[in-house]
């Protein structure tokens, strides 16, 4: 692949309105930048299970990405931080074999645990150190975005992004792996929406 590229590796918090495919839609729409992104996700799948799967391993070893996002869900609770930092630790080895990072992608937790978006947040912050990797604070976005309007709703049905939801996570992956302002980009970018 040609231009900046990203492999990205989760579930269905990725896919539910094509947060990928709405990022590279906003790179397309901005003069000068490129994304290409390959998604593989599944529903109801951890890190783990892609490296049990072999896909995302197959995926990225094709080499030709920048960055390799790395994402599940929001792995506020031990036991899936651990999960989540060990996954993070066993990609990482074929992520920088084709010359790529690793982006961690901050999920948030579901609206019935709303009071773990602090602990969702810290554990993909720590995922990120353990690797040198980059933080998509996408979470952490959110948080922003109710505490300046607490009436936009992000949760398409209590776990998964909304339109509006999906299009702040693009924007924030795309202003953290192109390092660009988001401001000026259009407001509708019509993905194709897959569930």
Known sequence: MRGDASCSSGNSYLYFNDIPGIAQALADSAKGDKLAVETIAAPDVALVDHLADGAARNEIAKGGWEWVVLQQGPSSVEVNRDTLRL??????PGIAAVKARPA????????ARIQ????????YRLAAADVDGLLLPVAAAWLAAWKRDSSISLYADGLHPSASGAYLSALVVYSTLLGKSPIGLPRDTSPPLRR
């Open 87 to 92: 996954a993070t630790k066993l990609f990482s």
């Open 116 to 123: 773990d978006f602090d602990r969702a947040i810290e554990s």
């Open 104 to 111: 961690l992608f901050s999920a948030w937790p579901s609206a």
